[in-house]
C-alpha cells in the first residue's frame, strides 16, 4: 500500500469545492449597468411605487442621486446639468403623477435643444390599460414633445433601448427621449442572447453632419460678394463647440454677429464685431442690421417668431444662407436661398476651407458702429426712482467679470440678463427660449453647479417664478450647493404687467402680487444665508459680499416695480418698427 503525504492526507478531508451560480440580474440592474456604460455620473429624480426596483438597484451601486423635491425641479436641474456639461441629463420618475410632473421639463428641453433621457415608471404590463392605480399614458403624451420614446415590453429589449436613447438624444439636434418602463419589466430575470450587441443600428435615424460641397462653394461666393453681411448665432453654436470657429470666421471676413436668445455666450459680449442680441428685446443695432443686410447667415438657429418679428417685413434686402444640422428648420419661416444641413463646426471650418475673397464690409462696419453710438441699451436711474433691475444685472456682471454661469426663467428678469450680462465664454447662458417655463431658473442652476463645481454660479429670477420650485432650496441646504440665488423682486408678474400696460390700457388683471413671504426669513428657514437689498448702494456693498462668498445664498432685490424691458418690438410689427429705442 502506497503511503500518502500529509498534504494529500489533508486533501483527502478538505470539503469539495462547490461552484456558485452567477448572480442572476433582473432589469433594473441591467438599466443601472447601462447607464454605468453611458458614463452616467449624476441622475436626478424621485421615486415611487413603479420605480422601487430602479431604486434598489441603484443603491447598490456608485452612480450619484440627486434627490430633488418635485420632480419638475429634478428635470430643470437635469436640463442645467445637459446644457452646462455638454452631457445627457438623466432623470427618473415614477409612473402617474411623477411621469406627468416631468412632462414640462420634457417639452422645455424639447424646445431648446437640450439632450435628456427621461425614465418613467409603469405599472406592470399585465394592467396596462385598466387605469390601475398611479396609470397614466406617458408614451401618448410625451409623443409629440420627444425626439422619440419607447416603452420596455420584453426586459430581453432593454440594453438595446437605453443604448439608441442615449444615441438619439446626443446625436443630430439634441433633444430629450422617453423610456417607459414597466415595473414588471424591472423585476424580470434578464437573459442576454448570443447576438446582443451594445451598437446602434437605425437605419432610419442618419443625422447630416458634414455639408453639401457644392453648397458650401455657393455659400462661400455670396460671402465674398456681399457688401452688408450679417451671421446671426443661435445655440446650434455652442451645442456643436463651434463659438472658436465662430469668432475666426466672422473676423477673417469682418462679418458683424447678433445672437438669438440661446445663442448669446457664442462670441465674447465686448467683441468688437458683435452687436448684441436680436429680436423682440434685442438691441436697435443688430435688428437694423438684420433689416439692412444684403446677405444673412443664419448658423444653428430656428428663426422663432420672438427672433422675426412679422415675417413680411423681415430682412427684406438679404439673401439667406441657412446652417442648421435639423432640415426640417430650413425653410420653415424665412425662405433660404442656399440651405446647409451640417452640424455647425462642420460647416464653419469647411466655409474658412474655401479661403473666399473678402467683402469690403468696412463701410458696413462703421454704419453699424455709429447706431451703437447713437442708440445703446438704456435706462433712467434715480435715487427718487429706487433699485432698477438693470442695475443689479450690471453690478452681478461687474462682480463675477462676466465668468459666472448664469440662469434664468422666463420674463423681465430674463430679457434684462440678456441685455446687461456680457458672457466672456460659452456654455455660461441657461434660460428657458422656446416653451419659456417659469420656475426653470432655479433647479437649472443646480444642474449648472453639479455640471461645474468650481464655477461662480448665479440664478436671476422673478419673484413669481421662484416660488414654482423654491423647495429646490433644501438641496442648497442638504448640499451646501454655492448656487446664488438672486431675485428681482417687483411684486409682479413682471412682463405680463408690462403687456398690459403697453397693450390693455393699464389694467392689471391679476398680475400684480402685494403679499409675499418673507425671502430672507424663507432662506433662514432652510439655513441660507439672505439679503433683502432696497437700494443701489446697498446693492453695490451687499452683492459684492454675497457673490463673493463661496455658500450658496438668497438676495431679495426690491426693484422698482412698474420698470419695463425695452427697447420692443411690439407683437405683429416688424424688426425695425421697434418702441423705447430712445429714452422719453
Same mark, same amino acid.
Given at each position: 500500500?502506497?503511503?500518502?503525504?500529509?498534504?494529500?492526507?489533508?486533501?483527502?478531508?478538505?470539503?469539495?469545492?462547490?461552484?456558485?451560480?452567477?448572480?442572476?440580474?433582473?432589469?433594473?440592474?441591467?438599466?443601472?449597468?447601462?447607464?454605468?456604460?453611458?458614463?452616467?455620473?449624476?441622475?436626478?429624480?424621485?421615486?415611487?411605487?413603479?420605480?422601487?426596483?430602479?431604486?434598489?438597484?441603484?443603491?447598490?451601486?456608485?452612480?450619484?442621486?440627486?434627490?430633488?423635491?418635485?420632480?419638475?425641479?429634478?428635470?430643470?436641474?437635469?436640463?442645467?446639468?445637459?446644457?452646462?456639461?455638454?452631457?445627457?441629463?438623466?432623470?427618473?420618475?415614477?409612473?402617474?403623477?411623477?411621469?406627468?410632473?416631468?412632462?414640462?421639463?420634457?417639452?422645455?428641453?424639447?424646445?431648446?435643444?437640450?439632450?435628456?433621457?427621461?425614465?418613467?415608471?409603469?405599472?406592470?404590463?399585465?394592467?396596462?390599460?385598466?387605469?390601475?392605480?398611479?396609470?397614466?399614458?406617458?408614451?401618448?403624451?410625451?409623443?409629440?414633445?420627444?425626439?422619440?420614446?419607447?416603452?420596455?415590453?420584453?426586459?430581453?429589449?432593454?440594453?438595446?433601448?437605453?443604448?439608441?436613447?442615449?444615441?438619439?438624444?446626443?446625436?443630430?439636434?439634441?433633444?430629450?427621449?422617453?423610456?417607459?418602463?414597466?415595473?414588471?419589466?424591472?423585476?424580470?430575470?434578464?437573459?442576454?442572447?448570443?447576438?446582443?450587441?451594445?451598437?446602434?443600428?437605425?437605419?432610419?435615424?442618419?443625422?447630416?453632419?458634414?455639408?453639401?460641397?457644392?453648397?458650401?462653394?455657393?455659400?462661400?461666393?455670396?460671402?465674398?460678394?456681399?457688401?452688408?453681411?450679417?451671421?446671426?448665432?443661435?445655440?446650434?453654436?455652442?451645442?456643436?463647440?463651434?463659438?472658436?470657429?465662430?469668432?475666426?470666421?466672422?473676423?477673417?471676413?469682418?462679418?458683424?454677429?447678433?445672437?438669438?436668445?440661446?445663442?448669446?455666450?457664442?462670441?465674447?459680449?465686448?467683441?468688437?464685431?458683435?452687436?448684441?442680441?436680436?429680436?423682440?428685446?434685442?438691441?436697435?443695432?443688430?435688428?437694423?442690421?438684420?433689416?439692412?443686410?444684403?446677405?444673412?447667415?443664419?448658423?444653428?438657429?430656428?428663426?422663432?417668431?420672438?427672433?422675426?418679428?412679422?415675417?413680411?417685413?423681415?430682412?427684406?434686402?438679404?439673401?439667406?444662407?441657412?446652417?442648421?444640422?435639423?432640415?426640417?428648420?430650413?425653410?420653415?419661416?424665412?425662405?433660404?436661398?442656399?440651405?446647409?444641413?451640417?452640424?455647425?463646426?462642420?460647416?464653419?471650418?469647411?466655409?474658412?476651407?474655401?479661403?473666399?475673397?473678402?467683402?469690403?464690409?468696412?463701410?458696413?462696419?462703421?454704419?453699424?458702429?455709429?447706431?451703437?453710438?447713437?442708440?445703446?441699451?438704456?435706462?433712467?436711474?434715480?435715487?427718487?426712482?429706487?433699485?432698477?433691475?438693470?442695475?443689479?444685472?450690471?453690478?452681478?456682471?461687474?462682480?463675477?467679470?462676466?465668468?459666472?454661469?448664469?440662469?434664468?426663467?422666463?420674463?423681465?428678469?430674463?430679457?434684462?440678463?440678456?441685455?446687461?450680462?456680457?458672457?466672456?465664454? =460659452?456654455?455660461?447662458?441657461?434660460?428657458?427660449?422656446?416653451?419659456?417655463?417659469?420656475?426653470?431658473?432655479? =433647479?437649472?442652476?443646480?444642474?449648472?453647479?453639479?455640471?461645474?463645481?468650481?464655477?461662480?454660479?448665479?440664478?436671476?429670477?422673478?419673484?413669481?417664478?421662484?416660488?414654482?420650485?423654491?423647495?429646490?432650496?433644501?438641496?442648497?441646504?442638504?448640499?451646501?450647493?454655492?448656487?446664488?440665488?438672486?431675485?428681482?423682486?417687483?411684486?409682479?408678474?413682471?412682463?405680463?404687467?408690462?403687456?398690459?400696460?403697453?397693450?390693455?390700457?393699464?389694467?392689471?388683471?391679476?398680475?400684480?402680487?402685494?403679499?409675499?413671504?418673507?425671502?430672507?426669513?424663507?432662506?433662514?428657514?432652510?439655513?441660507?444665508?439672505?439679503?433683502?437689498?432696497?437700494?443701489?448702494?446697498?446693492?453695490?456693498?451687499?452683492?459684492?459680499?454675497?457673490?463673493?462668498?463661496?455658500?450658496?445664498?438668497?438676495?431679495?432685490?426690491?426693484?422698482?416695480?412698474?420698470?419695463?424691458?425695452?427697447?420692443?418690438?411690439?407683437?405683429?410689427?416688424?424688426?425695425?418698427?421697434?418702441?423705447?429705442?430712445?429714452?422719453?
Amino acid at each position: 500500500m502506497m503511503k500518502m503525504t500529509v498534504e494529500e492526507t489533508a486533501q483527502m478531508y478538505e470539503e469539495p469545492a462547490t461552484t456558485e451560480a452567477p448572480k442572476q440580474l433582473d432589469g433594473a440592474d441591467v438599466l443601472i449597468e447601462t447607464l454605468k456604460k453611458h458614463q452616467v455620473e449624476i441622475v436626478f429624480g424621485y421615486p415611487g411605487g413603479a420605480v422601487l426596483p430602479i431604486y434598489d438597484a441603484l443603491h447598490k451601486n456608485p452612480i450619484r442621486h440627486i434627490l430633488a423635491r418635485h420632480e419638475q425641479g429634478a428635470i430643470h436641474a437635469a436640463e442645467g446639468y445637459a446644457r452646462v456639461s455638454g452631457k445627457v441629463g438623466v432623470v427618473i420618475a415614477t409612473s402617474g403623477p411623477g411621469a406627468t410632473n416631468v412632462v414640462t421639463g420634457i417639452a422645455d428641453a424639447m424646445m431648446d435643444s437640450i439632450p435628456l433621457v427621461v425614465f418613467t415608471g409603469q405599472v406592470a404590463t399585465t394592467v396596462i390599460g385598466t387605469d390601475a392605480f398611479q396609470e397614466a399614458d406617458i408614451i401618448g403624451i410625451t409623443q409629440p414633445i420627444t425626439k422619440h420614446n419607447y416603452q420596455v415590453k420584453d426586459v430581453a429589449d432593454l440594453p438595446r433601448i437605453v443604448n439608441e436613447a442615449f444615441h438619439i438624444a446626443s446625436t443630430g439636434r439634441p433633444g430629450p427621449v422617453v423610456v417607459d418602463i414597466p415595473k414588471n419589466m424591472a423585476t424580470s430575470i434578464f437573459v442576454t442572447s448570443e447576438d446582443a450587441t451594445d451598437e446602434v443600428n437605425l437605419p432610419g435615424y442618419q443625422p447630416t453632419t458634414t455639408p453639401n460641397f457644392l453648397q458650401i462653394q455657393k455659400a462661400a461666393q455670396a460671402i465674398s460678394t456681399a457688401k452688408q453681411p450679417l451671421i446671426l448665432a443661435g445655440a446650434g453654436v455652442l451645442f456643436a463647440k463651434a463659438s472658436d470657429l465662430l469668432e475666426e470666421f466672422a473676423e477673417k471676413y469682418q462679418i458683424p454677429v447678433t445672437n438669438t436668445l440661446l445663442g448669446l455666450g457664442s462670441i465674447e459680449g465686448d467683441h468688437p464685431l458683435f452687436l448684441g442680441m436680436a429680436g423682440m428685446h434685442g438691441t436697435y443695432t443688430a435688428n437694423m442690421a438684420i433689416q439692412t443686410c444684403d446677405l444673412l447667415i443664419n448658423v444653428g438657429a430656428r428663426f422663432d417668431d420672438r427672433l422675426t418679428g412679422n415675417l413680411n417685413y423681415f430682412a427684406p434686402n438679404a439673401k439667406v444662407i441657412h446652417i442648421d444640422i435639423d432640415p426640417a428648420e430650413i425653410g420653415k419661416n424665412v425662405p433660404t436661398e442656399i440651405p446647409i444641413v451640417a452640424d455647425a463646426k462642420e460647416a464653419l471650418q469647411a466655409l474658412l476651407g474655401q479661403n473666399a475673397p473678402n467683402g469690403n464690409t468696412a463701410a458696413w462696419l462703421e454704419s453699424l458702429k455709429v447706431n451703437q453710438a447713437e442708440y445703446p441699451l438704456h435706462y433712467q436711474a434715480s435715487e427718487e426712482r429706487g433699485l432698477l433691475p438693470q442695475q443689479v444685472v450690471e453690478l452681478i456682471h461687474e462682480y463675477t467679470n462676466g465668468d459666472a454661469v448664469v440662469t434664468t426663467d422666463v420674463g423681465q428678469h430674463q430679457m434684462w440678463a440678456a441685455q446687461y450680462y456680457k458672457f466672456n465664454s =460659452p456654455h455660461n447662458w441657461v434660460t428657458s427660449g422656446g416653451l419659456g417655463t417659469m420656475g426653470f431658473g432655479f =433647479p437649472a442652476a443646480i444642474g449648472a453647479q453639479l455640471a461645474k463645481p468650481d464655477a461662480k454660479v448665479v440664478s436671476i429670477v422673478g419673484d413669481a417664478g421662484f416660488q414654482m420650485t423654491l423647495q429646490e432650496l433644501s438641496l442648497l441646504q442638504e448640499m451646501r450647493i454655492p448656487v446664488k440665488v438672486i431675485i428681482l423682486n417687483n411684486q409682479a408678474l413682471g412682463m405680463v404687467r408690462q403687456w398690459q400696460e403697453t397693450f390693455h390700457g393699464e389694467r392689471y388683471s391679476q398680475s400684480l402680487i402685494p403679499v409675499q413671504p418673507d425671502f430672507v426669513k424663507l432662506a433662514a428657514a432652510y439655513d441660507l444665508k439672505g439679503y433683502k437689498i432696497e437700494t443701489y448702494e446697498d446693492a453695490k456693498v451687499q452683492l459684492k459680499e454675497a457673490l463673493a462668498s463661496d455658500e450658496p445664498v438668497l438676495i431679495d432685490c426690491r426693484v422698482v416695480q412698474k420698470e419695463s424691458v425695452f427697447p420692443m418690438v411690439a407683437p405683429g410689427r416688424g424688426l425695425h418698427e421697434m418702441i423705447g429705442v430712445k429714452p422719453e
